[in-house]
T-cell receptor, first 112, second 113 residues
Framework: DTAVSQTPKYLVTQMGNDKSIKCEQN?????MYWYKQDSKKFLKIMFS???????INETVPNRFSPKSPDKAHLNLHINSLELGDSAVYFC???????????FGPGTRLLVL | QQQVKQSPQSLIVQKGGISIINCAYE??????FPWYQQFPGKGPALLIA?????SEKKEGRFTISFNKSAKQFSLHIMDSQPGDSATYFC????????????FGTGTRLQVTL
């Protein structure tokens, strides 16, 4: 019955590696988001997709590339990982408007 | 530039007390103001939200007070319970544009016995 799911839940990797985080929602929503939450708990949007189309692309290094194969999935690929990429990454989704967003459980990324 | 300022950063309240978290915003185009609650190890979840055409909205023990002229809004948690211990985020959005939620910096609430 999970509404928004993310895999993996934890990700520990070395600097310079490439990794992906997957997100799936079964709510029938048409808009999906990626957020980064840093060690101070600050939440910042990274990307937003509506019906597989990119609509928000914040000032994020181009090492981060989102991919939406269909409306129910939004994956995040990160190239050449850096120490500063360590954070919790949340996927979220909404239907029609940005107002009510449903967040996934988060992926805790630690770059060593 | 922080468009939504939130205070305090942390708050300790005794069980049964009132928890108050304040937010202020700059952008007068914002027209929707939600509060999200985040428990440790979980994603944020929508708690309550308000639009600027009303000054107060109440849902159970949670109340949002909104002051449009001052560009401020606050969350009041009445009869605070240990189960309310979480991080609370205010947010704001202009629903008319290619919208995104702009979050405040969060308030870590601890309700003690």
């Amino acid at each position: 019955d999970t509404a928004v799911s993310q895999t993996p839940k934890y990700l520990v990797t070395q600097m310079g590696n490439d990794k992906s985080i997957k997100c799936e929602q079964n709510l029938g929503h048409d808009t999906m988001y990626w957020y980064k939450q840093d060690s101070k708990k600050f939440l910042k949007i990274m990307f937003s997709y509506n019906n597989k189309e990119l609509i928000i692309n914040e000032t994020v290094p181009n090492r981060f590339s989102p991919k939406s194969p269909d409306k129910a999935h939004l994956n995040l690929h990160i190239n050449s990982l850096e120490l500063g990429d360590s954070a919790v990454y949340f996927c979220a989704s909404s239907l029609g408007t940005v107002e009510t967003q449903y967040f996934g459980p988060g992926t805790r990324l630690l770059v060593l | 530039q922080q468009q939504v300022k939130q205070s305090p950063q942390s708050l300790i309240v005794q069980k049964g007390g009132i928890s108050i978290i304040n937010c202020a915003y700059e952008n007068t185009a914002f027209d929707y103001f939600p509060w999200y609650q985040q428990f440790p190890g979980k994603g944020p979840a929508l708690l309550i939200a308000i639009r600027p055409d009303v000054s107060e909205k109440k849902e159970g023990r949670f109340t949002i007070s909104f002051n449009k002229s001052a560009k401020q809004f606050s969350l009041h948690i009445m009869d605070s319970q240990p189960g309310d211990s979480a991080t609370y985020f205010c947010a704001a959005v202009n629903t008319g544009t290619a919208s995104k939620l702009t979050f405040g910096t969060g308030t870590r609430l601890q309700v003690t016995l």
